[in-house]
């Protein structure tokens, strides 16, 4: 079994930063890719920003200049870092890793449990 433990939200004040933090662990025989989706209150849950395994990232047009998505060398752990934070970035913030936990599973989606993100004066 795949699990994903976030770390990193909080309350921050409009224009300040914050770095998420997602581990992945247990079973893991490959990983395609992983990344941050976001859901704000009464809204559908949106794409922040991928990075697959090859090393090829991509961005919500909303956050492109102000949030980075990078990796560890294992390739086990994603962070985003979020810069100028605005209040429209409020949510909870979930990672999602696609993958198999062994060779012959069908590829799938995990989900973390998510971490809020509060920005507020």
């Known amino acids: 079994q795949v699990q994903l433990a976030e770390s990193g939200g909080g309350l921050v004040q409009p224009g300040g930063s914050l770095r998420l933090a997602c581990a992945a662990s247990?079973?893991?025989?490959?990983?395609?890719?992983m990344g941050w989706y976001r859901q704000a209150p009464g809204k559908q849950r949106e794409l922040v920003a991928t990075i697959t395994s090859g090393g090829l990232t991509n961005y919500a047009d909303f956050v492109k200049g102000r949030f980075t998505i990078s990796r560890d060398n294992a390739k086990t752990t994603v962070y985003l870092q979020m810069n100028s934070l605005k209040p429209e970035d409020t949510a909870v913030y979930y990672c999602?890793?696609?993958?198999?936990?062994?060779?012959?599973?069908?590829?799938?989606?995990?989900w973390g449990q998510g971490t809020q993100v509060t920005v507020s004066s």
């Open positions: 247990g079973s893991i025989f490959s990983i395609n890719a």
């Open positions: 999602k890793l696609k993958g198999r936990p062994y060779l012959t599973a069908r590829e799938s989606d995990y």
